[in-house]
Nanobody, 124 residues
Framework: QVQLVESGGGSVQAGGSLRLSCAAS????????MGWFRQAPGKEREGVAA????????YYADSVKGRFTISQDNTKNTVTLQMNSLKPEDTAMYYC?????????????????WGQGTQVTVSS
């Protein structure tokens, strides 16, 4: 079993920054995909950023390119999402997800394991 725990959410004014972390534990693959998704009230969950912990390849949604950065620690079991130049439209519940193999890294249907989520609120 795999457990994912997110942390780092909070409230910030537009233009500010937040850093989210996702720690994976349990039966974890060395090489895997870890992604960040978000869901705003009344909207579908969307992929924000994803990373392959073995190859180091990253993917970003167009809406966050140049503002968000996904990275991993040396253990490859914790990924962080550095969010800069935040906008009110970034307000959402942010979820971490993990799977061994995905075809579309920013598609939520590709991921089996999910965290509980952490709230990000950006005020104007």
């Amino acid at each position: 079993q795999v457990q994912l725990v997110e942390s780092g959410g909070g409230s910030v004014q537009a233009g500010g920054s937040l850093r989210l972390s996702c720690a994976a534990s349990g039966y974890i693959y060395s090489n895997k995909w870890m992604g960040w998704f978000r869901q705003a009230p009344g909207k579908e969950r969307e992929g924000v950023a994803a990373m392959h912990t073995g190859a180091g390849s990253t993917y970003y949604a167009d809406s966050v390119k140049g503002r968000f950065t996904i990275s991993q620690d040396n253990t490859k079991n914790t990924v962080t999402l550095q969010m800069n130049s935040l906008k009110p439209e970034d307000t959402a519940m942010y979820y971490c997800a993990l799977d061994r193999s995905v075809t579309w890294p920013l598609s939520e249907v590709e991921y089996y394991y999910w965290g509980q989520g952490t709230q990000v609120t950006v005020s104007s």
